[in-house]
């Protein structure tokens, strides 16, 4: 079955840099986009990032772009997160998710790792 | 951007009950609509995609409707599991890809 483990959250200061990691099994990690979502403590989902299964687009919500950096290592079925400059307005959990689509982008995020959670503060 | 707003923001409801969930979009999207549970801490769930079809595994009593800027998720004989955050999301016009703020279905 589809699993996605997540790592590297924690509490970090504004403008800090922290990376999130995300090891996935149970399919072919290479033939599926991928997306980052957050939500914020007691508030809605954000869609956050999106990278094509061969790394070869990467798409940013405004509010990221220039911070943070989508990655994969699909020899290692691992997705990145690289985030740099926190905010506290960053403070979120953290998911990612494998795309319902195969090569074909659908824009779904259908299977989701469990979160983890990101706090800055000073 | 196109911007989902979600109604009401808080429905309560009785187990057996019929739910409805409205979503409108800002600008038409055609039927590039899904929704997705949220039980609480736990990650979202599929249920619909492109409107109207539900994801694998998902029991008929899900249903969504809808097309251009308006879109309805209907939950019918509410049981104790359904009672969780709805959200719909849209993929028409991205990035950024958005979500509404949310439906809360609480039981009464």
């Known amino acids: 079955q589809v699993q996605l483990m997540q790592s590297g959250g924690g509490v970090v200061r504004p403008g800090e840099s922290l990376r999130l990691t995300c090891v996935a099994s149970?399919?072919?990690?290479?033939?599926?986009?991928m997306h980052w979502v957050r939500q914020a403590p007691g508030k809605g989902l954000e869609w956050v990032a999106f990278?094509?299964?061969?790394?070869?687009?990467?798409k940013y919500d405004p509010s990221v772009r220039g911070r943070f950096a989508i990655s994969r290592d699909n020899s290692n079925n691992i997705l990145y997160l690289q985030m740099n400059s926190l905010r506290s307005d960053d403070t979120a959990v953290y998911f990612c998710?494998?795309?319902?689509?195969?090569?074909?982008?659908?824009?779904?995020?259908?299977?989701w790792g469990q979160g983890v959670r990101v706090t800055v503060s000073s | 951007e196109i911007l989902l707003t979600q109604s009401p923001a808080t429905l309560s409801m009785s187990p057996g009950e019929t739910a409805t969930l409205s979503c409108r979009a800002s600008?038409?999207?055609?039927?590039?609509l899904a929704w997705y549970q949220q039980r609480p801490g736990q990650p979202p769930r599929l249920l619909i995609f492109?409107?109207?079809r539900r994801a694998t595994g998902i029991p008929g009593k899900f249903s969504g409707s809808g097309s251009g800027t308006d879109f309805t998720l209907t939950i019918t004989s509410l049981e104790p599991d359904d009672f969780a955050v709805y959200y719909c999301?849209?993929?028409?016009?991205?990035?950024?890809?958005?979500f509404g703020g949310g439906t809360r279905v609480e039981m009464k």
């Open positions: 998710a494998r795309d319902a689509g195969g090569r074909t982008t659908l824009v779904l995020p259908k299977y």
């Open positions: 999301q849209q993929r028409s016009n991205w990035p950024p890809v958005t």
């Open positions: 149970g399919f072919t990690f290479g033939d599926f986009d």
């Open positions: 990278i094509k299964f061969d790394g070869s687009s990467e």
């Open positions: 492109d409107a109207s």
């Open positions: 600008e038409s999207i055609g039927t590039f």
